[in-house]
């Protein structure tokens, strides 16, 4: 590499392409904060979505600057305005702007350094929050709640993106994941990607794109710094109202027509999921959805009149769901059509090893094989049956069908399993890892529990011919987040090449060994062409992210009425009873309630803590 190449590598020139139309004062202030970043190597693109005379007129004033000036005949919208800044880019790292932000002068620096650093075999975005300030007085008491809501929701999505460990994953993040403004990522897999859906125009362009990005295997890497201010000068009832009932036709596009059936559109599944109050409410919503509109202008002007907080909070439960639902039927969407696009939520069990266990450690993940044949018992007398990976994977899944699945690949399920699972037609999927395959469990070892045998390739393969199907469980078993790119890159795209040399056929899930997972090995593991992976985190999965599935675990704790509630709930009996009432405790309607259930709430959860201590107990004292 030439010195004026290496320079160029770690100096790499930043495209910062801004957005504009009819908001010429605030697009000065925009353009005045650009050219005062520190960082030199900055191309300005400025896209004017729609014939502006005052915009051609502030050309004029930057004609001395070095800002590349593009036109659109019309108004496309800003997904449109956005994808054409990017082509006209020859920048290799590109950053979207507004019209309507102040950047502080390291914002670009910070973008850069954050594309630097993540390395040639990390695929990442950038993305950073704002500061949210009014460019007029807010006025009525619903704008200034709204605007304070605004804040709130920013701090919320700080914690969210900030996020590391499990946390970082899963349906939290993945309703909240945007990619737009203050976002950058590298030209190249932006292009790759296919730019924003122009279809957006309305609403939601970030959190599709941004979603869409998080699922293909960018990493996403926030930057909590605010470096950057936005200058709100939209009268936020209106532009809310706007909002959620775009949203609510656009989900129906989202479901429909691109079948994106996720953590943002699922939404539009509440009239059918979630818990029974829910159900009943969004039902009810849907019914009334178009006349409730002047009930919500009645709202909005008794609180702006009286200045009431409780009126506000009416306003709030209520306008939202019924701008989504009523955007939602004004895109032809019926009850009907969701119903037959919502399919049962999918359980998947993880199990590890059949055999009896010596330790409390062990019990925590062994089931000795008299209790896993009770249990299959009731899994026989309840009518379930055992799916197959591809019928899980297409989600079109009976839902008396439940994925069973097995880590580590003991060889006791050659001597306990395969046997039972040919009398009852069971099947399986058992996570292997590649490099320990016909040795012993050195991870469990290490940590001072006895070595086991696990199953040798021979084993396998004549499982295989009975139907039962295998996925990586990485080369040897360690903790991901804890490893270098270079060597979860190893673990997790060598294991896969492994495996299907020793099966014949393709590899496409995965489980993450001690459910370790966080954004960057997400992003590895998708990279990687895997189309399912499964975490340690316990419950059923409805439009969540493949390859963060969730699995309610079973070991020697299990009781049977626990074990039938994982079936049906994903979680044993007392831990689902609390997550009800959690539940409860935010969507009730009064204050009262809410405290009601939180009492309820903090009951479960003590006497569900007393329960595991009498039932540790009284396992110490047979074993004795």
Known sequence: MTEESAQSANTPLCSVIVTTWRRPVLLQETLRSLLRQSYQSVEIIVVCDGEDADVRSIARCFETQSIRWIYHSVNCGLP???????????????????????????????????????????HVAATALFAEERETPVGSIINVRLHEAMKAL????????????LESIGERFDEIVCFGLNCSIRRKLFLESGGFDEHFRDSDEEMEMGLRLHHSGIEFIFEPRILLTHRNSKDLSVYFRRCWSASGALDSYRVFELRQENAQTSHLASIFTGCFL???????LWKISGPSRSLIDSLEQAANRTRSPFLFSVWARVARPI????GAKSSSCTLDQLKQVIQPAKCALMLHSIHEPESESEASYYVSPGRFHRLMRWFDASGRKTARLSEYAKGALDPNHVLLTFDDGYDDLY???????????????????????????????????RARKLLTAEQIREMQKYGFEFGSHTLSHPFLPDLSDAELQREVVDSKH?????????????AYPYGGVDRRVRAAVARGGYKLAFTAMPGLNFWNDPLCQRRAEVNEHTTSLDFLCLMRHGQPVVPWISTRFSALETSLP??????????????????YHAFNRTGEKSRTADRD
């Open 80 to 122: 449109a305005a956005r994808n054409t800044g990017a082509r006209e880019a020859t920048g290799d790292i590109v950053l979207f702007l507004d019209d309507d932000v102040v950047a502080d002068r390291e914002l670009v620096s910070v973008h850069v350094q954050h594309h630097l650093s993540a390395g040639s075999l990390r």
């Open 154 to 165: 920013l701090r919320d999505r700080s914690t969210a993106l900030g996020a590391k460990g």
């Open 278 to 284: 829910k159900r009943m409410t969004s039902r009810l």
């Open 323 to 326: 701008e989504y639902l009523n």
């Open 415 to 449: 001597q306990k399993l395969l046997p039972l699972a040919l009398e009852k037609g069971y099947t399986a999927v058992i996570y292997l890892v590649a490099d320990r395959i016909g040795s012993s469990n050195m991870w469990d070892q290490q940590k001072g529990l």
């Open 498 to 510: 492994r495996l299907e040399d020793i099966l014949g056929t393709e590899v496409s899930s995965f």
């Open 590 to 607: 009064t204050s009262g309630l809410r405290r009601a259930a939180g009492i309820m709430h903090r009951v479960s959860r003590a006497t």
